[in-house]
């Protein structure tokens, strides 16, 4: 899923080739992002658009080669004439008004040349360019890689070319072309830990192929006209040039050469490689935000900076809306932080369905809400039949985080802040840590379990990438302890797995005692007593004798499958034990009336407070989400609950913490799809008191006796 949809899209065709175009945004200036090389299409832009979006109007195009672009064959089809003709024609289109303002052109490598060719050609279209690794060839390259001749056959056909040796027309016609893209952007990406990004520009050179790509490498060496370099880099206009010191495509003299012949502003990204604006966004987008705002002032935002001893006791809280167990132990941690301050001001931001949440419950949800990409449509749309990966689906929301992050990071620059505390909130946590100093506020985490882990059947594969996301957390904390003033596990000790981060990382109980503190479990409320019980069950038209079972899946789609599923096994079920009544709850993302009718069952959307519900319950059964589960375990209620697939948490530390209680039984999606394994793993739950360990109630108390001192 994308962090942001275009508000309009469509295509030029020049010369027979159709260039597909997208628009983001309808602010007055315009923000062209260049395509690049056609190994990779305008997805690259992919964490700048978002941020960029909500300031200006953003275009991008994907080069001929690439994306939605068609692939005409021959070299002559990508000259630099051309990508500059089909710039000037995606202009055109878009264009609005008859004489419209000019545009900020950003290039990325090729897209570069590109830009500045543009600038000289068209001096009135250009505001300005950004020139982020520039590849245009005014100093000598990477040795290696100039050593290495593009039609050079190999003197032995049997053996893998390594390192540069695959830059050549036989690897990619005829060897192994993956190799070659896997070591290209490898270089492409020298900082640590940038899996993500190397998988992502592989997966974009496969759509292209190797014989469009011959044609594009073709096309620079053959069809660029001679002093091409020293031509474009006379154009007139402001000029802010980005550029990594350990590029390894281009070296960093060529961006100080740049901002040298041009007088230009040079931004070393001091440590990075060759695509900053991927790896490095945050960096990236501001830099690019606040150039935009030097050639257009109008578009700066108007602030009001108020002296510190007038400013009000306020507090950010994010919370996460992936589920709806987070907002409610963080209702309860932020009531009882205002026991404390009682002047404190707490602003929310979030998404649906937590804001739906909030506002019941009288909270200020701040509006800069609105504009989160929604966390929930992109795990749901992860999702398969009661199957969520979901270490891949969080490495896949890497736009959605950046994008979220942009929307945090312009709030806190606007309005002042003592204390933000963020519940796994994902996106602040990392970009803070990328980014530290733009933490300029008191900053708690909360999280419910520790480390990523490998699923058996992903092998070596998703075990190295796991460590590899571990360690880049670890090296996170261990260089910038002060980004985390509170770090807090909800639980205890004894809760957190004892399992490794990785081949040669520590162990993650013995790392979270010494990073965290222990608030012990939040669960938001008091167990119903005996009174309230018979009273919500008498709401429900219970009689004194029918057994009632509660079937809830969380705040998410993702659970519509298990649903299905105890529907179809409800019939088996009664008819073993005729007094069973269901509740089904669905969640506020699932469409009850989407559902079969069962008699014998009420289907319910969202429930508000739930949790008494589940306490009148005689055995409930649930996904393998953890607040659901300790809302059960913590009110002594039999239940049955089915780990997602493929999901870590649920099916690692979820179980191991209801093992600490004695609460639960596990049982797997394959036998809940047997009706008469599921109706008998739900009956033999019927009457049985569980050996539970008593949950705490005052994890709130406790939890906001850490972040009391912060404000």
């Known amino acids: 899923m994308r962090a942001r ?77 051309e990508f500059v003709a089909d710039a000037r024609a995606v202009l055109a289109r878009v264009r609005r008004g008859a004489d419209p303002d000019p545009a900020l052109v950003v290039g990325f490598s090729c897209g570069v040349a590109w830009s500045l060719a543009m600038a000289l050609e068209a001096p009135e279209e250009v505001a300005g360019v950004v020139a982020i690794g520039p590849a245009l060839g005014l100093v000598p390259g990477i040795e290696e890689r100039e050593r290495q001749v593009f039609l ?149 935002v108007r602030r009001t900076w108020t002296r510190g001893r007038r400013r009000p006791r306020r507090a950010l809280y994010l919370t996460s809306p992936i589920g709806l167990g987070h907002v409610r132990r963080d209702l309860a941690i932020a009531d009882a932080l205002r026991k404390h301050h009682p002047d404190l001001q707490i602003d929310w931001l979030t998404q649906e369905p937590a804001t739906g949440v909030l506002a019941r419950a009288g909270e200020h949800v701040h509006p800069a809400s609105a504009f989160l990409a929604s966390e929930c449509a992109h795990v749901e749309d992860e999702a398969a039949e009661h199957d969520l990966h979901a270490f891949q689906a969080i490495r896949r929301m890497d736009e959605i985080l950046a994008a979220n992050f942009g929307v945090f990071d312009d709030l806190v620059r606007e309005e002042p802040y003592d204390l933000v505390v963020g519940d796994e909130a994902w996106d602040v946590d990392y970009f803070l840590h990328e980014n530290p100093e733009l933490k300029r506020f008191a900053f708690a985490w909360f999280t419910d379990f520790v480390g990523w882990v490998p699923m058996a059947d992903g092998g070596p594969a998703e075990a190295a990438l796991t460590a590899d996301h571990n360690a880049e957390m670890i090296e996170h904390r261990a260089r910038f302890q002060r980004v985390r003033d509170r770090s807090v596990f909800v639980g205890n000790p004894d809760d957190v797995v004892d399992e490794t981060f990785g081949p040669g990382l520590p162990g ?106 589940l306490g009148a319950a005689d055995v409930a059964l649930v996904q393998g989400g953890l607040t659901t589960c300790m809302e059960l375990t913590a009110q002594g209620v039999p239940f049955v609950y089915v780990p997602l697939r493929h999901h870590f948490e649920q099916n690692v530390h979820v179980p191991h913490r209801l093992r600490q209680y004695g609460a639960g039984h596990r049982l797997a999606y394959e036998e809940a799809c047997n009706p008469d394994a599921l109706a008998h793993a739900l009956l033999a739950e019927v009457g049985r008191t569980p050996a539970t360990r008593r949950v705490e109630t005052d994890g709130a108390a406790r939890a906001a006796a850490l972040l009391a001192d912060l404000l």
């Open 508 to 613: 993650i109980r013995e790392w979270t005692e010494e990073n965290f503190a222990f608030s012990g479990y939040v669960t938001g409320f008091d167990p119903i007593g005996e009174a309230d019980r018979q009273a919500v069950r008498a709401s429900l038209g219970l009689s004194p004798e029918d057994l009632f079972c509660v079937v809830t899946v969380g705040g998410s789609g993702v659970g519509e499958p298990l649903l299905r599923r105890v529907l179809d096994a409800v019939p088996m079920i009664r008819r073993v034990e005729p007094r069973m009544r269901f509740l089904v709850a669905t969640g506020p993302r699932i469409d009850p009336r989407g559902l079969p009718r069962r008699r014998g069952v009420r289907l319910r959307g969202f429930v508000p407070d739930l949790h008494r519900t």
């Open 152 to 300: 050079q056959e190999p003197a032995d056909p049997a053996t893998t070319p390594e390192g540069w040796a695959t830059f050549t027309r036989h690897t990619w016609l005829h060897g192994d072309y993956d190799h070659f893209l896997r070591f290209f952007f490898g270089r492409m990406f020298t900082e640590p830990h940038s899996t993500k990004q190397i998988e992502d520009c592989v997966a974009w050179g496969h759509e292209i192929g190797p014989e469009r790509l011959v044609d594009t490498e073709f096309a620079r060496t053959s069809c660029r006209a001679p002093g091409f370099a020293q031509r474009v880099v006379q154009a007139d206009v402001p000029l802010l040039v980005i550029h990594g010191d350990d590029d390894h495509v281009r070296p960093y003299a060529e961006g100080v050469a740049l901002a040298d012949a041009t007088g230009g502003t040079l931004l070393t990204i001091a440590g990075g490689g060759h695509a900053p604006h991927a790896r490095s966004p945050v960096a990236v987008t501001r830099a690019v935000r606040e150039f935009a705002e030097r050639l257009w002032p109008e578009t700066s």
């Open 5 to 81: 949809e275009p508000d309009d899209h469509g295509s030029v065709v020049r010369d027979g080739v159709r260039v597909a175009y997208e628009v983001f945004g309808d602010a007055p200036h315009t923000i062209l992002l260049m395509p690049t090389w056609s190994i990779i299409p305008s997805l690259t832009w992919k964490a700048q658009v978002p941020t960029l979006a909500r300031h200006f109007r953003v275009v991008t195009f994907d080069g001929r080669g690439s994306g939605g672009s068609d692939r005409p064959a021959g070299p002559e089809a990508y000259a630099d004439e």
